[in-house]
């Protein structure tokens, strides 16, 4: 049984966004998939409900309810809570992957700092049976967040596995219990392209990037622009000034 965690503490960054969308890749490859459910709120759950029928299954594991991670299933996806994490040591069982999605804002890199410095702490950055990714998310043209998102992933030395835009595409998508996966191909193109890395990366499925391209109908070639490099501090202002926020203590 091959387990992927998307994981961070951090609420909203995109992990029930990327849980879902893995879910549908495993199955659409024709595995047996669960989707686990760590988070209370059960976002991934509601998702797989409002699934249209005639998709390809995909079972449903509540953990949040305390179900256990068991059954014939050769991929299980974990959606996790933005809580602590180290309550689900079963997780980090031999041959996981970790999936930690960033956005690029002052408040989410210290989020993400926060984390790898408990990862690191608790050997699990060592471990040889876990391997840990970071996907760059809701990365728009114009932020100027985006150069420093990417040197905080390259200063911390996690590999940076794919860059995903910011686009309507996934609101419109899993409002329908849908993924990019599940649309029209043409229409979602400069999307599918960026998720090719990722879907490489799970290593659900040992084929050649233009089989993927086959197999997901992609084409074009779409890099999310950055522009000059701000300083970390000048980002946090700026973010808090914007989003009216009070300053986070940590
Ligand atoms: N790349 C993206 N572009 C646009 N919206 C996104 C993107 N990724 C996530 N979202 C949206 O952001 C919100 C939070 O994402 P979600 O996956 O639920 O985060 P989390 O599970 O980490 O709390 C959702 O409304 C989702 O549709
Ligand atoms: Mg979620």
Known sequence: MKHVVVLNPKGGCGKTTIATHLAVYASTLGLRVALADHD???SS???LKSRPRRCAEIAA???YDGAAIEGDFEVVIHD???TAIFDHASIAEASSKIIIPIMPSPIDLKAAMRLWMKLSNSGWLDDPNIEIGV????IK??????QTLNAFIEKIGLPHITTLRDTQNYIRSLDAGLTLFDMPPNRVADDLIQWQPLMEW???FDIEDDELLELFGAQGDVQPGADQMVSYEDMQAEQ???????FEQY
């Open 61 to 63: 594991i509540a953990a």
């Open 240 to 246: 808090l000034a914007e989003e009216g926020l009070g």
């Open 40 to 42: 209370e709120q059960a």
């Open 135 to 138: 996907v760059a998310n809701r």
């Open 141 to 146: 043209n114009n932020s100027k967040y985006v």
């Open 45 to 47: 759950h509601d998702w």
């Open 202 to 204: 799970t290593g659900f």
């Open 80 to 82: 996790m809570p933005a």
